[in-house]
C-alpha cells in the first residue's frame, strides 16, 4: 500500500495553506512525472464537429458517417475538435459517513486534497471548475470559473461544511440530480463519494453519463473492510445514528464483516460498469500522486475504447 505524501508538522486551517501544502507536496510532483503533459490527462470530454473527409487507414471506424457513407459510396468519416477549454464539475458528497477515518486522514480530507489538486491542475491551465455540495440535501452550487481565487473558495465552502448529525441514510440520487440540472454544458463531471447510501441513484447517474464525460471517486478507508481486532468497542452508524457493541476479537465477525463489505465493493463495481461509468478507488492511505496517476491511466483507456 502507498504511503501518502508528507503532512507538515502544525495545523493547517486555511484554504491558502491547504494549497500552498498541495502545491509543494503534490503538485510539484506531477509537474516532474507528467511534465506538463496535462491537456491529455483531462481529454476526452468536449469535443466539436469540425470537417468530414475520406476514410484512410488507420481511422477509428467509429467516427464513420454511415449517411455519407451511403450517400457518396465511399467512407467518409467525422474530424473533431477538442474544445479550447474544459468544463469541470464536482459532485461533493459531505453526508457524516464521509468524516470517518484516521485523525487528519479521513474520506473528507481526502476529499479536500483530490479536489484541490485536481482544480489546480484544471484552472492553471485555463480550465473552469465548479461544485455541488451535498449533506442531505444540496447545500450550495458553485458556479464554474477558473482561476486560482475559485480553487481557494472551492477549499473554503468544502472545509467549512459541517456534516449533518445522523438520522436518515444519504440520498445521492438527490445529488446526481442537481448535478443533472446544474451542468448543461458537457462537462468532465466528478462524482466524489464514499456511496454509503440509499439505493436508486444508479439510473440518474446513467443519464448524467449520456450527457456528460463522467468518473465516479469511491472514497473508502481500510478499516471499512477489514476491522481491526480491539476488543469490545461501540460503533456508530455515521449516517443514521444507530449505536451497537460489537466484539472485533471474534474472528468469525471479523470475517463475516469482511466478505460483507466485499460483497459491497463488487455490486458497487457492477453498478458502474452496467452504467458505463469509469470508478477510481481512493483510499484514504494512498498517495494523492499515485491517485491522480491512475486517474491519467483511466482516462488513457477512457480514450481509447
Known amino acids: 500500500m502507498n504511503t501518502p505524501a508528507p503532512m507538515p508538522s502544525g495545523d493547517v486551517s486555511t484554504p491558502e495553506q491547504v494549497l500552498h501544502r498541495l502545491d509543494w507536496h503534490v503538485l510539484r510532483r506531477l509537474d516532474g512525472i507528467l ?21 484512410q487507414p ?6 464513420i458517417d454511415w449517411n455519407v457513407t451511403a450517400r457518396m459510396e465511399t467512407p467518409y468519416v467525422r474530424q473533431y475538435m477538442e474544445d479550447r477549454e474544459i468544463t469541470a464539475w464536482f459532485l ?6 464521509m468524516a470517518f477515518g484516521a485523525p487528519g486522514r479521513g474520506k473528507e480530507s481526502v476529499m479536500v486534497d483530490f479536489v ?13 471548475v465548479g461544485a455541488v455540495l451535498y449533506d442531505n440535501e444540496v447545500e450550495s452550487v458553485i458556479p464554474p470559473r477558473g482561476g486560482r ?21 444519504t440520498d445521492l440520487a438527490a445529488l446526481l440530480q442537481s448535478g443533472f440540472n446544474s451542468i448543461r454544458r458537457r462537462s468532465l ?10 439505493p436508486g441513484w444508479e439510473g440518474i447517474m446513467g443519464r448524467l453519463n449520456r450527457r456528460h464525460d463522467l468518473l465516479a471517486v469511491r472514497l473508502w478507508d481500510p478499516r471499512e473492510v477489514d ?16 449505536q451497537l457493541s ?25 453498478t458502474f460498469r452496467r452504467a458505463g461509468v469509469d470508478e477510481m478507488p481512493l483510499s484514504t492511505e494512498e498517495d494523492i500522486v499515485f491517485a491522480i496517476l491512475r486517474f491519467a491511466s483511466l482516462r488513457s483507456r477512457a480514450r481509447r475504447q
Request: charged share 30%; glycine share 10%.
Open 35 to 55: 511534465q506538463g503533459d496535462y491537456r491529455s490527462l483531462f481529454m476526452g470530454g468536449g469535443l466539436d464537429f469540425a470537417e468530414l473527409r475520406e476514410y
Open 58 to 63: 488507420p481511422d477509428d471506424v467509429r467516427h
Open 92 to 97: 461533493l458528497d459531505l453526508s457524516p459517513s
Open 116 to 128: 484541490g489538486v485536481l482544480a489546480r491542475l484544471l484552472t492553471r491551465n485555463g480550465n473552469r
Open 149 to 169: 481565487a475559485q480553487v481557494l473558495r472551492l477549499l473554503n465552502d468544502v472545509r467549512r461544511q459541517q456534516p449533518s448529525p445522523g438520522g436518515a441514510m
Open 189 to 198: 463531471v466528478f462524482i466524489v463519494s464514499d456511496f454509503i447510501c440509499l
Open 227 to 242: 476491522l481491526p481486532d480491539v476488543g469490545i468497542v461501540l460503533v456508530e452508524d455515521s449516517e443514521t445514528g444507530v
Open 246 to 270: 460489537v466484539d472485533t476479537s471474534d474472528r468469525g465477525f471479523r470475517r463475516r464483516f469482511n466478505e460483507a463489505a466485499r460483497r459491497r465493493e463488487g455490486e458497487l463495481a457492477q
